[in-house]
């Protein structure tokens, strides 16, 4: 497309053309007046995009012969795509790049010898030798074609990029196979043999001197390959955008976590966007770009974007199970296309729906050839999204100026002289301090030594706990905290910054009926303790019970679970069940948003009395209610408006009301079985 422009209107020295009285228009419009041509005095055409593509059928040749079922990284990928662009005529606009077979000069700026002579091996290996070669390897298959395809393969991105980055095209789709990005140093991997984007990257920053390298990697698979290329290298940045099911998604390595950033000079250089679960919609995307991917991508101000196109994010696909619609890869590409003057390549990696892939790269060149994408509708993204691009951004803010200030480790501020106090500390102080003044309340003494080194000043109860016919024994999360923090100092203004409790209402509710309250304050996990954290819960609580309410004999008892001690309560239900069925009038729990609903584990009576004593109170779009086939063990779970999406101390301050309503009524009903 040639885009010559003339336009009359602009205040511009402009050169006067005699045309007589004939007159001359572009579209509807004059730009001549007076019989005179009016035209800038030194007209420069403007850059029109010439996007390249690659493309050789020699690539198709590497195929599964060796398993009965078909395979996902079949031929047709690459045909079917290539099939669209013609259809859509886009193919007839575009600059075919030549694959060649790289070098094993090339393909040894990434991997070992031993790897080049092992691929080069394959083609000269048995049927039966071939079998075998796949079986000792994670997630490959080999055919006497394979290393023909893969050169190709890598072959054919190192021109693409190579003739983006001389301006010989401005931007291009490489459609290739087999894929790159799982491809390991000395191993072939997950579809992959040599890892195609790493090895282009480094062809040029040989061979063309370019300096700085973006690679994202949109394939819904980590590309471990390209993340070890490049983890020490502070001129390339490799992002990536995965599923990550906390390292149970393929490849299931941890390194594909968000703290894995990149080591020595490159620290921050390596970008993990680890999704937490499936189904991550086109919103989640484009969040993850507006927020992490091209605030730093401007920052670190690359000379060229090559991006790991798998489209197995793509609705539709068998594998990623996520929702990325065509209008979303278009948008994603037309973001990276402002990057770098617009040098641009997309180089195909996996996706497993031949629409899903063809119709997902279409979207793509056509943005590469200029088209605007799609409209998208409204974005917003999910919880699981803004929970994981948050914990991006504390661990990145480290090493980005865009992201600043969020990052904070008292660790590293705990040196000799200096007084440092975790802000957890000086909140138990001032809970019982003040449990104590206004309610009489003491802290419970805890043993044994690992749970009162966990928990002591976080269990207060009422002193005079022995001589009361009613115990409430309360588990809840610590109150809300919120801090008003500065921009760019991340301080905390404490003359706005505020700590809101919502038990406090409650203990005094149930100290004016005069019962006895045994209260423990859960505090949120940290990294060292989340495993041991919930077990440690349980013991506690069980204690709790054994030496404090149950010890202390009385006639009733109410169960009060919110936030994360509900499943450690129910631990301790089920474990001293019959204990329990005797003296206890209900069981209330407010779940937090998305955590599971607690269940009874046994069989028998325990499981109809909690079903007709307890209250389970839940917010609307809880995941609990998207469940089929619920059972009594559940207890009797009840859907409350407007909970969405509240904290714990906010749900209870809503619920006050109605749990006290509901346990004083529960104690007046309850009548103790005969001892
Ligand atoms: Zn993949």
Redesign the pocket.
Known sequence: MEDMEIDGTEAQPYVLIETGNLPITVGNRPIYTNGRYISKSTPTPLKSTKTGVVYDRRMRYHANIHEEEHHPEDPSRISSIQSMFKAAGCLEKMIPINAREVTKDEVRLVHTDEHWDFVAKTSALSEAQLGKVADDYNSIYVNKETALSARLSCGGVIELCKAVARGDVTNGFANVRP?G??AEINEPM??CFFNNVAVAAQCLKRDLKIEKVFILDW???HGNGTQKAFYNDPNVVYCSIHRYDNANF?PGDPQAGHTHVGNGPAKGKTINIPWPRPGMHDSDYIYAFNKVVMPIAYEFDPDIVIVSA?F?AAEGDP??ENHVTPAAFGHMTHMLKSLAAGKLVLAL???YNLDSISNSALACVKVLLGEHPAKLGPIKPSQECVETIYQVIRVQSRYWSCLKPIYIDSAEEKVPGKLVIDIMDMVKLFRTRYLFSKLKMVPAPLAPERLANRFTDLVCCSNDLHCKDVIIFFVHDMADYRADTCATSNLTNLATSYMSDSVYQYIETIINQSYGIVDVDVPPPTNDTQKTDLHDLKDLLIFLWDHFVDYANPKKVVIIGAGRGCRSLMHCINDRDTMIMRSTACVIMVPGNNDPVPTIAKKGDIVNWYFENSLVLLPENHPFWTKKGVKKDSGKCIPVKGLNNMSIHDKLHILRQDIIDYFLQRLTDFIPPRQ
């Open positions: 894929p990005h799982h997950g579809f394939d819904i698979h393929y798998g197995d594998i990623g990696e996996g996706g």
